[in-house]
């Protein structure tokens, strides 16, 4: 069975680029006949506004965007990572190093602006330095993967990321390992997601392989941006979606995807060829 997922982190109410990814994914999954599940990805505590998660949900309804089964919350599964984790044993070391020592001998900057991680604690920790976070040893193996819109995509983990964290400084899963658990638990063979999450993909493909876990295909659709290319967010002033005009909102989303119309139409001629093979676009008036 075909299975999508939208994994709204509830940090705040859906903006217009969370819709366009819930949007997409929905009709992806049920264009197919698949399942359409919904993940919290409220691992990151500090982050997670009380009350974000039922807001999105009420908000999806009013957009017409049903779920199957229950919505599932990553905080509440939390042994299935720690699970990963073992399984993943010798592949992983404790990293004591602080952001500012990461900063000052790095390799440079990832695609997604992260320090790459010079790989100071991978022989142990040095004497006197305590444990902070959980590390995964990456090498130099090329990742390739073809995505649906944007095309083939590689990555050199080894140059591009470094060993990247699993388990966070302040005690929280890390992002990275959660999706790929989760994922395969919940049976997903699609991921629909912005394009914000592009430079993520080959990281999340390594630790499927170690943890011999299937890949799912991928599509990432265009993050919307304003006028200076920034994210949509609250940080960058984007207009919280007006509910009480869910249609017209839908629309927009739908004509950014390349799919002019309404729900009903772009579900019967959902084709994400017609998706912009870009990563990022101001989204339509
Ligand atoms: N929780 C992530 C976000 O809201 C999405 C994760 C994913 O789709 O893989 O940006």
Redesign the pocket.
Known sequence: MMTG?????PTGSLHFG?LV?ALASWLDARAAGGHWLVRM?DLDEPRVQPGAACEILRALRQLGLYWDDEVTHQSSCTARYEEALQRLGAHTYWCGCTRKEIADSSLGLAADGAAIYPGTCRRGLPPGKPARALRLKVDDSKIVFVDRVQGRREQVLSRDVGDFVLYRADGQFA?QLA?VVDDAAQGITD?V??A??ID?TARQIFLQRLLGLPTPRYLHVPVAVNAAGEKLSKQTGAEPLDLSRAECEVRRALAFLGHPGDLAQARRSWDPGLIPAQLAAEPPR
């Open positions: 997922r939208f994994a709204p982190s969370s990814a990805e992002y999706v991921v997601r912005g914000d999450l993520s």
